[in-house]
């Protein structure tokens, strides 16, 4: 049994200005996102310029944070913060809904590829593989927030969280940063490496991430205030990552279909 490290969640103190570490988890999601886009629009044939991808990350992270925040509000807590609209600006509380999050960031996708003459599937394909090790930072931020932790086990590498109460539990935000960014960060940084479909990278993308939250969620504690919704075991986060799985795999085949059919 191992102590979860108690961190305070602020990082850096100016008077009454508080600089929490799960916010500069963002600003490294973001930073990173960044970096790994110029270094691809760098290369040969990559169709892209390195000064566009700033713009590209600046679009995604409104789309991230507003579709991340709303969703969480409206899809997990819609009474309570009803009944405390303040709150929901405390983002540094936590409370980011990935699911709410990934349609914010499509619908600011279709915005910027109007804006600038590309095709959606484009801007989603080259933007898909830059964010997995955001993923990770973020759920490290939720490790340092001691948030989000996973069901009582005795595992060897069980941990107690201190606001999880006194028994050990998986720590399932390891198990996310882990799958949810590394392994998903180096498959999809592969696959996207050489030419694929129009719209391949990002249902790939899309089928990953649903089947690793869907996979997890037999790990990770439900929220109180949800429980566990059908069969004595399905959770919140697997109702959502279902669809996912079901259009990512869809629409993966049906992009080697249509390349398989251009050209026979």
């Known amino acids: 049994m191992i102590y979860a490290p108690v ?3 602020v990082a850096i103190s100016l008077g009454p200005l508080k600089i929490h570490w799960y916010g500069l988890t963002y600003v490294v999601a973001f930073a990173s ?3 790994l886009g110029v270094w691809r629009a760098r290369q040969p044939s990559s169709g892209w310029k390195p000064e566009e991808v700033g713009d590209l990350i600046l679009t995604g992270a409104f789309g991230v944070i507003l579709g991340g925040r709303i ?11 009803l009944h405390h609209p303040l709150e929901i600006f405390y983002v540094w509380q936590g409370g980011m809904s990935f699911h709410g999050g990934l349609l914010g960031v499509i619908i600011a996708m279709w915005w910027y590829a109007r804006t600038t003459n590309r095709s959606w599937s484009t801007v989603l394909d080259f933007q898909a593989p830059l964010v997995p090790l955001g993923i990770a930072s973020v759920r490290l931020g939720n490790f340092i927030n001691q948030e989000l932790w996973g069901r009582v086990t005795d595992v060897p590498w069980a941990m107690v969280f201190r606001t999880g109460g006194p028994l050990p539990r998986h720590p399932s935000q390891l198990y996310e940063m882990a799958l949810e960014g590394l ?11 050489r030419p694929r479909p129009a719209l391949a990278v990002s249902a790939l993308f899309v089928l990953l991430y649903g089947c690793f939250r869907f996979f997890v969620e037999f790990y990770r504690q439900p929220d109180a205030h949800l429980g566990y919704l059908a069969f004595g075991w399905l959770t919140m986060g697997q109702v959502y990552s279902t669809p996912m799985i079901l259009v990512g795999a869809g629409v ?12 026979s």
Not at 71 to 81: D, F, I, M
Not at 256 to 263: K, P
Request: aromatic content about 30%; proline content about 5%.
């Open 7 to 9: 961190i305070d969640p």
């Open 252 to 263: 993966l085949f049906w992009t080697y279909r249509r390349a398989s059919r251009a050209t």
């Open 183 to 193: 392994v998903m960060f180096a498959v999809l940084w592969w696959f996207s490496s």
């Open 33 to 35: 996102a960044w970096a």
């Open 71 to 81: 969703g969480y509000v409206l899809l997990y807590k819609p009474v309570y913060y």
